[in-house]
């Protein structure tokens, strides 16, 4: 799912990852590659006890990134569902891992930023969806507001 993912379509990716490490396990695949998203590790984008210099690969997980305009949040969520899914496939495929590593080995990247197109200043949203994805409305008010013209 999408960064505005509700709990049931969460719950629906889990289905479908754990199904496909599953078969992978049984039908001894080689290497499984899981794409993760940063929006696991989303909650200390504003965590001031934390903040983002000081997160770690042995830093525990803090699901889900808020946008702090509450614009945003009314239109692109939390993605606390979605980063949840993600986080559950994780864990899975650290516990499969360690017990079929011998015969199928899972590899996850956490990916950073990813849309559909070309990721441009004004394609970009604040909360991770590109603008055909959001929960309602066709712009979030983060558009344009980068900082950036089109020539820079």
């Known amino acids: 799912p999408y960064p505005n993912a509700d709990w049931g ?22 290497r499984v590659i899981l794409a993760s998203s940063n929006h696991v590790m989303g909650g200390y984008k504003d965590d001031t006890l934390y903040g983002p210099s000081s997160v770690h690969p042995n830093t525990p997980p803090n699901v889900g990134t808020v946008p702090l305009d509450q614009n945003t949040l009314k239109i692109s969520g939390d993605a606390k569902a979605y980063a949840a ?6 864990r899975l495929a650290m516990t499969l891992g360690s017990i ?4 199928t080995s899972f590899v996850v990247l956490r990916i950073g930023w990813c849309q559909p197109g070309e990721n441009l200043p004004d394609t970009l949203c604040a909360a991770g969806s590109p603008p055909e994805f959001l929960l309602e409305g066709e712009d979030d ?5 980068s900082g950036m013209s089109e020539g820079d």
């Not at 079929?100 to 015969?103: C, I």
């Not at 008010?141 to 507001?145: L, M, P, S, T, V």
């Open 9 to 30: 379509e969460s719950a629906q990716s889990m289905d479908h990852t754990f199904n496909i490490f599953q078969m992978a396990v049984k039908c001894h695949v080689r």
């Open 85 to 90: 899914a993600k986080l559950a496939g994780e």
């Open 100 to 103: 079929y590593g011998d015969t």
């Open 141 to 145: 008010g983060a558009n344009n507001n």
